[in-house]
Nanobody
Framework: QVQLVESGGGLVQAGGSLRLSCAASGRTFSSSAMGWFRQAPGKDREFVAVINWSGDSTYYADSVKGRFTISRDNAQNTVYLQMNSLKPEDTAVYYC???????????????WGQGTQVTVSS
């Protein structure tokens, strides 16, 4: 069983930055791809970013490419999402995603965190 706990959300002005963290429990973290999804009010949950098990391969949604960076620290069982140049349209609940595969995937994961709210004001 894997448990994921996000932190780092909040309110920020457009153009600002936030860093989300996701602390994972479970022995499979370091051998699994991890990712982030988000869901804005009235919209479907969408893929944001993913990182492979070793951290040397990443993939981003076009809407965040060049502004967001995903990384991981396997020693700390933590995955991060650094969000820069935030826009009002980035406002959403952000969910940490725990996959059961080692490689990049944009599929919905096996495990979800509880979500953390990110609000970007204009």
């Amino acid at each position: 069983q894997v448990q994921l706990v996000e932190s780092g959300g909040g309110l920020v002005q457009a153009g600002g930055s936030l860093r989300l963290s996701c602390a994972a429990s479970g022995r499979t973290f370091s051998s699994s791809a991890m990712g982030w999804f988000r869901q804005a009010p009235g919209k479907d949950r969408e893929f944001v970013a993913v990182i492979n098990w070793s951290g040397d391969s990443t993939y981003y949604a076009d809407s965040v490419k060049g502004r967001f960076t995903i990384s991981r620290d396997n020693a700390q069982n933590t995955v991060y999402l650094q969000m820069n140049s935030l826009k009002p349209e980035d406002t959403a609940v952000y969910y940490c995603a725990g996959h059961t595969v080692r490689t990049i995937t944009i599929s919905f994961p096996r495990y979800w965190g509880q979500g953390t709210q990110v609000t970007v004001s204009s």
